[in-house]
């Protein structure tokens, strides 16, 4: 990397970069620290103004239009590609080749969603035709198609600096859509933030799009989040991010006068479930791979698969002895803050202290790492302690340890919500397979077999998301075309001469 970039700590709204009095400092793993701009009321209200009034020459852009632009976005940034890795690296930690890919798929999706508008399906555009003759009554030409709902307010997430913040998949479904956009930036990442929220104001200038269309206001308190969600002109709501975060935020959207969906996305606990076949054949090698899983990334991924669920036995003994080791020469990792590390270790010390739970492998983080931890207990405990069925953010494994298949099928009957399940299973389980995938097709948005969920495509038929609590909306993605839908509505056009309907439906 070369290109070195400096942040001037500024706001993004309706085109202009506006500072305010107050600043914060921004919190790198490593590298300089910068002065930010914080949020106010007041600049949400005028970003949120400006997109108002965007959306009534955005909303009825061509499709044509918006996929070059969302093109063009995935150009600013690429174009600033060495800026951006050496930014984010600094700030969050993360390694540049985890930030490439990151960057790769951020602007991917914004190509993706360009060919997807351009195809038109995603309008799911249906048409009766007029039976003036039908009795007892005629029946009148209606058509439908889907229609943007207006500005969206998404929020940035820390532990995806690129691909679930500013220029990320709620900001892309929106723009794809045709919603202006208000994005809350992360203080965990700001000045990548920043740098990308440039590319998005280039792409505007190229495509001379309304200044309004986007808007990035940084930092701020909790009354900047909640003075966005609560503004009248904000039409829905995209989140990644913990689940306190993003229930005050889903009950504030819901207790306004004129209630609108919030889509959190909030994590999950990942539940892998090992059949007696596929655990006697392969234990050993799932064991290894689970180990790389469960701390890819030092374990802060949404689909960090944090619990394993084995039937007792010598399979699941040799299960354990190899986890244990793939996992104990995983050194430290730097994780995204200081928050999210303290909060790692609280979680630890939450399963820790539960009832019934052995300590399979311990050690000592402090500060901003992270290093890997495993417990174990049985099935009962499970079912009897709610609290080891609670996320903990970051590299940790617990082992629930099953009398047979019929307490394994309680244990998947518990679950809350989940963004994905897995089955590790050989052609021997597929009897003991299909009653157990009719479970947990109600419990989580994806399932999987013999394999691992850190990595989410993004394609047409990918789901992220599920059944509360692992998010807010089980009938959302906030991954993959189908995300485009959240921010769309449909409307029936009865009578409408073809002169004046949407170029979209004549």
Sequence with gaps: MTTTFTP??????????????????????????????????????????AAEEAFWSYGYTTREERAVFLETIAEEIDARGDAVTEIGCSETGLPEARLVGERGRTTGQLRLFASHIRDGDYLDRRHDKALPDRAPLPRPDIRLMQRPIGPVAVFGASNFPLAFSTAGGDTAAALAAGCPVVVKGHDAHPGTGEIVAEAIHAAIEKCGMPKGVFSLVQGGTREVGQSLVQHPLIKA?????????????????????????????????????????????????????WAGSLTMGAG?????????????????????????KALEPMGAQTMLTDGIAAAYRAGRDRVAGASGVQELLTSTCDLRNATPYLFATTGKEWLDNEVLGEEVFGPLGLIVRVADMDEMMRVARSLQGQLTCTIHMDDGDADAAKPLLNVLERKAGRILANGFPTGVEVCEAMVHGGPYPASTNFGATSVGTMSIRRFLRPVSYQNIPESVLPDDLV
């Design 237 to 289: 709501v995209g989140f990644t991010g913990s689940l306190g975060g993003g229930r005050a935020l889903f009950d504030l959207c819901a207790a306004r006068p004129e209630p609108i969906p919030f889509f959190g996305e909030l994590g999950s606990v990942n539940p892998m479930f090992f059949l007696p076949d596929a655990l006697s054949a392969r234990g050993t090698e799932i064991a290894e791979g």
């Design 300 to 324: 802060q991924f949404c689909t960090n698969p944090g619990i394993s669920v084995v039937i007792d036995g010598p399979d699941a003994d040799a299960f354990i002895e190899a986890a244990t």
């Design 8 to 49: 001037h700590g500024k706001h993004l709204v309706a085109g202009e970069w506006i500072g305010t009095d107050t600043t914060f400092t921004s919190e790198p793993a490593h590298g300089p620290a910068f002065d930010f701009s914080v949020g106010t009321p007041a600049l949400v209200d005028q970003a949120v103004q």
